[in-house]
């Protein structure tokens, strides 16, 4: 059982930056596909970003690239969502998820096991 828990949302003007953070239980951290996916109101949940082993090891949404950055830090079980240059269009639920047997499919929400309970980020114009 991986439990997740996300700090870091909140309301930013457009530009603006926020820092997400998902502290992770479970002791085979490093070896975990951890993502970060966000649902807008009336949309489908939508892929952010993914690493895995390390920070070098990144993937991105195309909507995102250039903006944000994912990092972890595997001593202390967490994982990071940098947000800069916010745009009103990244207002969403943003989630964290785990992806304890990976198997290839890191945009896949369909692929991870354990999810967080979600936290707000809201990005007025």
């Known amino acids: 059982q991986v439990q997740l828990v996300e700090s870091g949302g909140g309301l930013v003007q457009a530009g603006g930056s926020l820092r997400l953070s998902c502290a992770a239980s479970?002791?085979?951290?490093?070896?975990?596909?951890m993502g970060w996916f966000r649902q807008a109101p009336g949309k489908e949940r939508e892929f952010v970003a993914a690493s895995r082993w390390s920070s070098l090891s990144a993937y991105y949404a195309d909507s995102v690239k250039g903006r944000f950055t994912i990092s972890r830090d595997n001593a202390k079980n967490t994982v990071y969502l940098h947000m800069n240059k916010l745009k009103p269009e990244d207002t969403a639920v943003y989630y964290c998820?785990?992806?304890?047997?990976?198997?290839?499919?890191?945009?896949?929400?369909?692929?991870?096991?354990?999810w967080g309970q979600g936290t707000q980020v809201t990005v007025s114009s």
């Open positions: 479970g002791s085979a951290f490093s070896s975990y596909m």
């Open positions: 998820a785990a992806d304890t047997n990976y198997r290839g499919s890191y945009y896949s929400d369909l692929m991870y096991d354990y």
